[in-house]
């Protein structure tokens, strides 16, 4: 569940009730034809067709999850960007130092969507070779979410962990400036042939930024406790969102937490990987600026600890513990969801249906369809 709290009742399927009555009304797209016009749209901006490939890819598993604040959503940012020379389109990986089980990479300014899977196979070789796997990558840009990483590593059997840090936008638990970045963390781990991973996936602040991107499309109040405005007093207003607070909001709600898993990716993501750090880095909603970030990935062998099918079973036998836990008043509909549930539903619903897009984002890509002259087909 990228980001943090969602104010909205979980409906049974998983996919929140408001949310769901806003899908309704939206357009849909198949994934496949999707795919093929964001792949297009950065061929036609110089990136390889194996890298366009790749960078579709990243946004339209975001879009798949439901996570619609990092899918198709910022392809007129990442086009913005490599327009304005942000993101060199045609920049390759070079790997700065490496053992059997370590690499450190950097990025030279590239599309990080597809440069950072990339490195992720490294690090994925790299663990079935040694048992464990970290790298390391450098002077990158936006990558996505974190997710998607994860879960390239689980897809080969692996338990990964991918990070990475941005541009400042959360205050530290006790200040009104933004500091930090929403700094997420994936984890996912296989649970079984032909099962879907395990996927946990969130921001450490107490909502990921393009929540409140979504909440000004939708013009829907945010909730007590995600964002201060300008002079650092708290708002439920989207417009007047200047900042974010850490994951736990305030320092009585333990906001000191998120502040320190955001100052710990900050650290594997910065100076671990030779790279920027909190207010040295640059804002993804600043265009025309190189964003400098770092990511952070691990991977692992699950036969270097266990017997890969006992270990999977008892994650299923956890998960599903989980699940019969008795449900508080006013969850009684749903009942208890397992981390990564609602994510699990929205991907069979898209791919059943079609992808869901709000109007203005569908209007953004009209846009960026009649200025680069390439068709887009519901």
Not at 2 to 8: K, L
Not at 207 to 234: Q, S, T
Not at 311 to 328: M, T
């Amino acid at each position: 569940m990228t980001g943090a709290t969602e104010e909205a009742t979980i409906s049974a399927s998983g996919i929140a009730a408001d949310e769901r009555r806003a899908v309704d009304s939206e357009r849909r797209i198949p994934a496949a034809r999707l795919h093929q016009f964001i792949a297009a749209v950065f061929a036609h901006l110089g990136v390889s067709a194996v890298n366009a490939a790749r960078a579709a890819d990243s946004l339209v598993i975001a879009d798949l999850r439901g996570i619609t604040s990092h899918g198709v959503a910022r392809l007129g940012m990442y086009v913005a960007q490599i327009q304005t020379g942000a993101i060199d389109p045609r920049a390759t990986l070079t790997t700065i130092r490496e053992t059997p089980a370590t690499g450190v990479y950097d990025a030279d300014d590239g599309l990080a969507l597809a440069l950072a899977p990339e490195a992720m196979d490294h690090c994925i070789d790299k663990a079935l070779a040694t048992g464990i796997g970290m790298v390391t990558v450098g002077n990158s840009t936006h990558f996505g979410i974190a997710g998607s990483y994860a879960i390239q590593a689980a897809r080969r059997g692996l338990g990964a962990i991918a990070m990475t840090n941005a541009g400042p936008l959360v205050a530290p638990t006790g200040g009104r400036t933004p500091m930090l970045g929403t700094n997420p963390i994936a984890f996912a781990v296989p649970t079984g042939p032909d099962r879907p991973p395990f996927v946990f996936d969130m921001a450490s602040s107490a909502v990921a930024y393009g929540k409140i991107e979504n909440a000004r499309r939708a013009n829907k109040p945010l909730a007590l406790g995600l964002a201060l405005d300008e002079h650092g007093f708290a708002t439920t207003d989207p417009h007047m969102a200047r900042s974010l607070l850490p994951l736990g909001g305030e320092q009585a709600t333990s906001g000191y937490k998120g502040y320190g898993l955001a100052v710990l990716v900050d650290i594997l993501c910065g100076p671990l990987a030779s790279g920027l750090w909190g207010t040295h880095l640059a804002s993804v909603q600043r265009i025309g600026n190189r964003a400098g970030l770092g990511h952070a990935f691990m991977a692992w062998r699950i036969d270097a600890f266990r017997d890969p099918d006992e270990f999977a079973h008892d994650v299923r036998q956890l998960l599903d513990e989980l699940r019969a836990c008795p449900p508080a008043p006013g969850d009684d509909v749903t009942g208890v969801l397992a981390p990564g549930d609602p994510e699990l539903a929205a991907t069979r619903a898209n791919e059943a249906h079609g992808i869901a897009l709000h109007p203005t984002v569908w209007a953004d890509l009209e846009a960026i369809s009649r200025q680069l002259g390439i068709p887009l087909e519901a």
